[in-house]
């Protein structure tokens, strides 16, 4: 009961009752059992609560409330009347009787509730509450905070009426790291309006052993449940072992296609680190571990090459295989101010004058094909919750045949520019990321596009208004690489809301 006491008091003010100035001091309160009710942090809690919580901390056990009489005790008396007189869902309460009743006392499972409990502490019927904004009230001004210093940053700045928040301050929108999110994720209480960037499991796309794995669960169950046919839509990644753990299934593969070239590349590791080219397998013997889904595919993009004619008449050569950008630029004749990219858009001018425009729409449907059916197979695994999005980056290899093959996704796409164009480009991007998010409550949740994101999935496929082949089939709301028209539609759409807003 002492530890329910100690756990309450945590709930309601967000304190430690025993703490200190000093180890000393702490442990001397703990000792004495020298608990005071700090006046600012319990100045709205009523003295039926503060009673509670009084009649736990008593050194001895036999003064202290048991089970029975917690249950009893005024404070969880009368919830639900209390809560209809308030106004506001007692849900501390009742799970805290629910607690008491179950005599659930070990501290790890309490404090996984902590967040969700602390909060809704504060809103029981003795603290004065404020109505709070509607999930669709526009709201003027928006706290972010983000841990990039690059692009990322410059974008939130120059957002009107965005205010960048330091150290611990309250925020509404953050740019994380994956780091922070895996560590304060589970302990951070968020409002419902409050946004952050990527999705608590991200790693079941972004980790290469993880997306292989959904991957190959997802093509058998659309085999098992839509025929061959389906499942064939997911022949756009190479085949792949997790290694130590699929080591002999690999040996097999291996001696069957003997003289063919694989790539070692670490699961959590990026630009280029760590990967290599393999015909040996001495080369490797150090290897011996329902939501709906919506998603937005952006025009603009990047087609990476290597600085060096390819070729597999040597392997050693990264500046051949590997078109990271980081990689690139360490060629000994890098050319900086041409680089190593083009535009999405010129990819696609190009590869239509060589291969013809039914060809490259073909290509540009598998790679569609590539986004859904990778975010489709792991639909049933990310945590969905409402607060997060996630911003993806897709490594897709491009083969002689013009079909596309899935490398990897990135959950944490790089930010910094390598070139003004490139600066121009993640710029656009991540504006548009802030608007499809929409802090601001100024969409109506029906829009096809927003900027240069165009909606290709909302619990299936979406079509573009108006555009049909040949007036049968009709055509998929994606237009990578096609025309960015961003400014325009933009204008469009908000223009109307910021007018009625006047």
Known sequence: MWSLGVITYMLLSGLSPFLGDSDAE??????????????????????EGKDFIANLLIREKSG????????????????????????????SQLLLKKYVMKRLWKVEQVMKQFVILRNEARQLFDLTVGENLSEREQRSSIRFKCVLTNTILDVLRQRPGWVEVKDEGDWDFYWCDISWLRENFGYTYMDEHVRVCHFR???????????????????????????????AKCDFFPKTFELPVEYHLFVEE?????????????VARSQ???????????????????VPLKAWLYRDGFARFSNTRFSLSSIDDHFIHLTNVAVQKTAPDYDPE??????????????????????????????????IKSLQSVQTVIINDKHCFELYGYDILIDKN????????????????????????KCRLLED????????????????????????????????????DGGVNLISNTHLGCINDRKKQLWQLLKPLSTQKK
């Open 254 to 266: 291996f001696k069957r296609n003997p003289g063919i070239t694989w790539i070692m590349k670490p």
């Open 64 to 91: 202290r409330l048991s089970a029975a009489q917690c249950l009893k005790h005024p404070w969880l008396s009368n919830i639900a009347a209390k809560s209809k007189q308030s106004k506001i869902q007692l849900k």
């Open 201 to 231: 499991n991200h790693y079941e796309l972004t980790r290469k052993n993880f997306m292989v794995k959904n991957l190959k669960r997802f093509r058998k169950q659309l085999e098992r449940e839509q025929g061959k046919q389906e499942a």
């Open 402 to 425: 013009l079909k596309p093959w899935l490398l990897e996704v990135n959950a944490s796409p790089s930010l910094i520019a390598s070139s003004q164009e490139d600066y121009e480009l």
């Open 338 to 371: 041409k680089g190593c990219k083009w535009l999405m858009q010129q990819l696609r001018q190009y590869l239509t004058a060589k291969h013809g425009t039914e060809a490259v729409e073909a290509l540009f449907r598998d790679m569609d094909n590539i986004f």
């Open 272 to 290: 280029g680190k760590g990967i290599f080219l393999f015909r040996k397998l001495k080369d490797i013997m150090e290897w011996r571990k329902y």
């Open 26 to 47: 702490t442990l001397s309160n703990i000792l004495t059992t020298n608990c005071n009710f700090d006046d600012e942090a319990f100045e709205n809690i009523s003295e």
């Open 433 to 468: 990321t802030v608007h499809v998010v929409d802090m601001e409550g100024r969409l109506s949740g029906k829009e096809k596009q927003v900027g240069g994101f165009d909606l290709m999935w909302n619990d299936g496929p979406v079509y573009s208004d108006g555009n049909f």
